[in-house]
């Protein structure tokens, strides 16, 4: 059992006492000296000792510290000069004992075993703190740099209506959920709301960024999944006008999303021409960065080096490579966003087009899609193939308008009780969202055409470039 030498007096010396009592667990002692009765609480555990006196009274704080030995101080006085006559008193004694002040009045103690808390600044930061748009730090814990932060989730935020096992989490890591002053269990399939408080750890520079990327509710994509755009060509396996459109896909959304970088990766080159026509589209362009593999190292073992290596935060793809199955599958594990390259173009693209399926999906993706939307300026257009539905789809529904009010978006809900996908052919100028799902890299046979599931029916074809957005499956993704 350690012994504790608590030294209180002034405003707050009732409110510090009450606090280490509470928060007492019985492996400590305590000798507390106090010079006025109305700081002492209702509570006066076994192993607190209680001495009334003026602790600038060199000979009688001697009986004290001669009576037990003491591990560390805690001291909170109301005047500067006492505080500085305790401490020198306590040194004459106790010469490394640790001694933690509360400092109102800019002490400067030269003294290596003196821990000073600065009342003021604590203060400060806690009025500050209480203001919205500010980050909320542990500030007396690990290096009190700020490693542990306190965020809430705004509604409109892209992090909303994640689950948590979908959030990349790069030098930093989320290990508590209080949702209605509750705490809940952190958990990879727990789906984070608006008004959710979570705690993060982490570098302080690197939860600064993650707060800044939670807070902001448009303009972050391809955040939370990373910064930048990854391009994979793989020239043998690819046409001639498959590599070309996929290049020319690229670099429209450079231009138009808000990333940092622009990675090209080149597999299995094949001639010198086309090898001349990437580097000629790409001159010129600053953040672009073109990396040849000349080792054929294969698809899944160049995705697992170069997906934390750039901070990939969507790959670009076409939907040739997309055909080999087996080999994309290693993009589940990924858990990074796909831009499947079709035949219609960026440049052109008037509508972020969402064919509503299964309700938990769309809504783990829903604050991407209208982010999506305002940096590539289009309106959303919801097609609901189940206008007679369930409560659940009106519910899904209410929730897209709902965000593209925040989002101040244009939003059209459609629906029709005729065939979705024919409806879908139809649709001109659009970038279609989906979630990207287990079972679009699952082989389809011939009696396949029976099969209903509207995202696997559109991930099979190729008129519209897509955007599939990772997700955490469960049962209740299931219609």
Sequence with gaps: MKKILIILDGVVAKTLLKRIIDANTIDNAYDVIYMHDVILSEKKPANFTFYKFDPTSLSKLEMVLDKNIHTEAIIALNSKDEMINVVKNIRTKKRIMQINVLDYWGLELEDSYVSVYKGIDVLANGMVERLPNIPVVAQNIGLRQGEIMEVRIPFGSSYAYRYIGSIEQREWKIFGVYRN???????????????DLILIIGKPEVLMQVYNAIGKTQGQFPMPFGHNIYLYLDLFAMSKYAFQKAIEEAKQLNKKLKIRNLIVKVTRPTNVESMAYIKKEFNGISNVELEIDYK?????????????????????LSYELLKFKDAMAELLNLKIPIFKVGHNEVSTTKETFVLLNDTRSYEQISPIIFDVSSQLKTKTKIFNMDPIGDEKRMGILDHFENLAKIFNQRLEIESKEKNPIRKFKQQENILHILPLKKAMFEKRYFFNFLYTDSDLLSFDMNSFNQLLIPIVETNGNKK
């Design 296 to 316: 054929d190292l294969g698809f899944k073992k160049i995705l697992q080096n170069d997906a934390k290596r750039y901070d990939i935060g969507v790959i670009v």
């Design 181 to 195: 002053e509750l705490l809940i269990n952190v958990k990879p399939s727990l789906i984070l709301k608006p008004n």
